[in-house]
């Protein structure tokens, strides 16, 4: 499975920003699609899971302001975000789950700043 990753980007506080994915490969394999983020210097989360079959998860920081959705007919899964604050600035990473392993896109750079 290869994910190529795009939409990060300069935006400002109280922002949005939309984040798209996409899969390619063996798209039958995989069981899920989701977000991480990577801020400086501290450790890669969950900002959003979202199964084939099932509800779609969220980090706790989320509260309300970002929202993960899917494409299939286009392999692609999106993630909206809004109210947009400084924590948020990190590399976001798209990721994909299958039965064997997780696989990684290249991650897109936001950055939330006046």
């Known amino acids: 499975v290869q994910l190529q990753a795009s939409g990060g980007g300069l935006v400002q506080p109280g922002g949005s920003l939309r984040l798209s994915c996409v899969a390619s490969g063996d798209i039958s394999s995989i069981n899920g699609l989701g977000w991480y983020r990577q801020a400086p210097g501290k450790q890669r989360r969950m900002v959003a899971h979202?199964?084939?079959?099932?509800?779609?998860i969220y980090g706790d920081f989320v509260r309300g302001r970002f929202t993960i959705s899917r494409d299939n007919a286009k392999n692609t899964v999106y993630l909206e975000m809004s109210s947009l604050g400084p924590e948020d600035s990190a590399v976001y990473f798209c990721?994909?789950?299958?039965?064997?392993?997780?696989?990684w896109g290249q991650g897109t750079l936001v950055t939330v700043s006046s």
């Open positions: 990721n994909a789950l299958t039965y064997v392993r997780a696989f």
């Open positions: 979202m199964p084939n079959r099932g509800d779609k």
